[in-house]
């Protein structure tokens, strides 16, 4: 039996395409998911936000605390929480699939694929909660102190604050990614790790 | 090339014997079997639930490690394979199918028969392609894209029957094939088993309770209480009648 050793990748095309399709049949849990993302992101990107618009409106004179730390506190912890609950989601997909892990290794899937194939379905959920969260943040922020504002003069100096905040939005959709990997990643594991008889045996 | 070199025995196990420990008891699972499968033989493995026909099949699956003796496949001990070597083990060499089938519900036909292929490394097109050839071959060419759940018990148990395939192994382990199926359903199923094993040469074990099973079979293993019983040809068992569980 001769063998190179090479590893072999599940082509990241199908993998996403496997993914989505595990993320659409459990719709419900992957929507729920999605919105605990999107509150924590969303908060965090609005302080952020605020704290640009309010620098711009204070002008360099003002050396006023634009993000009191308590602020940025809440925002770790609502981030905290989402992870949590990214943890919670993948813990039950790899326990609702012990079988059909099983079954893929069986198929010659090596502990490597299946790590790939739930970080790809953590990453996904991260990326579009990140995107949807940054987004309404940012948005709320902006929103918010255009209403606010009496003057012309006020109300350009927020537009071009907010603007200029469009940046943050990235930042949310990176920061979202890399939480929902690093929550995703006990959970891959555990299921990469999972002996195939033992899953095969396992009765949901 | 692996491929090209033909080994006389396909399968062979050594004094194989597995024990599971629950608590203060250790339960012999499998006791001492040594046989010697050849290459291209269609065989079954009968024996009453907890007989360890099903812990023998996972031995020489290479899905579980045995306590004591050897499994060889293809002339290599598998207790000496790596992790990796394992499951390129798994990937080209054995075909499972499953009582429940198994399939990846997620999944159209198509592409969980060519699931395997992916992990032997082979490319998209001929994929594809071989995975089309496949399921038209188990008479399922007009369902491609349905899903699992879509089929029925028989189609999805030939879906799996492609599946098994996919990679040309040398051997095809059957678990109770027909274990969820009905009479007739059933009996499709073996022919099919049977008609590939003499098309494609491979090699067919399975473990069953099925009696109907046993037309078709080259050799049949009776397994008691972790211990091969006897080995039977199928004349030998056509001529002494059958006692039913």
Redesign the interface.
């Known amino acids: 039996m001769k063998r190179e050793k090479q590893a072999i990748i599940f082509p990241i095309g199908e993998a996403i395409a496997f993914s989505v399709e595990s993320i659409r049949r459990r719709l419900t849990r992957a929507v729920i998911t999605i919105v605990s993302i999107v509150l924590g992101i969303a908060f965090l990107s609005a302080l952020l936000t605020i704290s640009r618009i309010v620098i711009a409106l204070s002008g360099p004179i003002a050396s006023a605390e634009a993000l009191p730390s308590y602020q940025l506190w809440m925002a770790i912890i609502a981030l905290l929480v989402c992870g949590v609950g990214i943890v919670n989601s993948m813990l039950m997909s790899v326990t609702e699939r012990y079988k059909e892990i099983g079954t893929i290794k069986t198929l010659g899937a090596e502990d490597f694929h299946i790590l790939e194939l739930f970080l790809i379905e953590g990453g996904i959920m991260g990326a579009i909660g990140g995107v949807i969260g940054g987004i309404l943040g940012w948005g709320v922020a902006f929103v918010i102190y255009a209403l606010q504002s009496q003057s012309s003069l006020v109300s350009s100096l927020v537009t071009q604050a907010a603007l200029g905040s469009i940046d943050l939005i990235g930042y949310s959709v990176i920061l979202s990614v890399v939480l929902s990997l690093l929550s995703s990643m006990v959970p891959a594991y555990m299921a990469s790790k999972l002996n195939p008889v033992e899953a095969l045996r396992y009765e949901v | 090339?692996?491929s090209v070199l033909r080994y006389e025995y396909t399968v062979e196990t050594e004094d194989l014997a597995k024990n599971y420990v629950m608590g203060p008891i250790t339960v012999k699972a499998l006791d001492g079997v040594s046989v010697k499968i050849r290459r291209g033989e269609y065989l079954s493995i009968m024996g009453p639930s907890g007989s360890g026909k099903t812990t023998f099949f996972?031995m020489i699956?290479g899905?579980?490690r045995p306590t004591r003796g050897k499994v060889y496949i293809?002339e290599?001990d598998i207790a000496k394979l790596d992790?990796?070597?394992l499951?390129?083990?798994?990937?080209?060499?054995i075909g499972?199918i499953?009582q429940?089938f198994?399939?990846?519900?997620?999944?159209t036909a198509l592409e969980n028969v060519s699931?395997?292929m992916?992990?032997?490394?082979v490319g998209?097109e001929e994929r594809l392609e071989r995975a089309k050839q496949l399921l038209e071959r188990v008479g399922l060419g007009e369902r491609l894209d349905h899903k699992p759940a879509e089929l029925s018990g028989g189609q999805q148990q030939r879906v799996a029957i492609a599946?098994a395939l996919a990679?040309n192994p040398v051997i095809v382990l059957a678990d109770e094939p027909t274990g969820n199926l009905d009479l007739h359903t059933g009996l499709d199923i073996i022919t099919l088993l049977k008609n590939l094993n003499s098309e494609k040469g491979v090699t067919i074990i399975t473990a069953t309770h099925d009696l109907k099973m046993i037309d078709v079979s080259d050799r049949i293993f009776w397994i008691r209480d972790g211990k091969l019983e006897r080995i039977e040809t199928r004349k030998e068992v056509s001529v002494r009648p059958v006692e039913r569980e």
């Open positions: 090339m692996a996972n699956g899905l579980d293809d290599v992790a990796y070597e499951a390129w083990l798994r990937a080209r060499k499972y499953f429940t198994n399939l990846i519900p997620v999944l699931l395997p992916i992990f032997a490394g998209r599946r990679n």
